[in-house]
């Protein structure tokens, strides 16, 4: 006789938390025996040929950090012209293994590409439908995977004079420029109201403390409440029928979608993982390219703002100027 759900939910919750806490154990020894330096490299890359219409290609710059954590798993994807004349950017970042944000880095601009194509009506809301439902087709190929990591993710796309930006987690995109720094993403915390809202009608909590000083919120040992993957935390195994099950819908891979209308004020798109934001804020990264001088690499004057290095750290700039 198969158990009742409910039964099956916390067995499999109790399940994931004992073998959380074994991984959690076996990282640590990986952390302190790992003599190898933190592995860095900027990616400066500049475009400069016409797009096809008349208007140059941005000029962007990548900088990647491993920092203190035994591996790297933050990945990253810069396309310009992917289809047409639309430009994309995007950071992910990995957790409980790397496959996730790996996956998204190779395959969500494919997918990205076939979902505009399958498209059709007014230009912008066709492009917001279609980072939608990509995010979704990700989850999809994330879950069908052996692995069980996770991923945040976020995609700006850039189309003529427009920008739209998906998010998924706790990766984060600003504009720079004039005035003050403009959020183009919201922290998917899980005490961020809409989100604390959802999680309460699925009758989770929400576990808070602090570390290092800083306030960490966790939902089934997640510290955020949207993501790509992590199929343990969304789905138990039913041993009798050997397929996956939905639990409920407190964490989801649905992304939040902005867009804007780029302007002569707007200068820098900055999007990076959280181990940029956990120490700098907004306004300390838009001061600070704010003075940059023409031969300083944006990418890497902002990662010399990091306080602590605990996090692996990824962050893309991009010149909006030539969309003025």
Known sequence: MSCPLSLKTNLHRLARHLDCSVRTHVRTVRLCSDKRESQERSVSKKACSDSGKGRPLPRFWIYEAQGDRPRMEDTHVAQ???????????VFDGHAGD????????EIVGILRDQIMQRSGPQDSALGASLTSSFLEAEKRALAQPWDDGSSAILAVIDGDRLFVANAGDCRAIICGEGEPMPMSTDHDPTVPEERKRIEANDEEIESYEINGRSINRIRELAMSRCIGDKSLKQYHDYDTDTWIPIDDCIIPDPEIKE???TKQHKYLVIASDGLWATVTNEAVARRLDTLTEEEDPAEELQKLIDRREDNITIVVVDLRVHA
Request: charged share 20%; proline share 0%.
């Open 80 to 90: 310009l012209s992917f289809h047409k004349d639309k430009h994309v950017f995007g």
């Open 99 to 106: 496959c996730a944000a790996k996956l998204l880095s190779t």
């Open 260 to 262: 804007l209308l780029l």
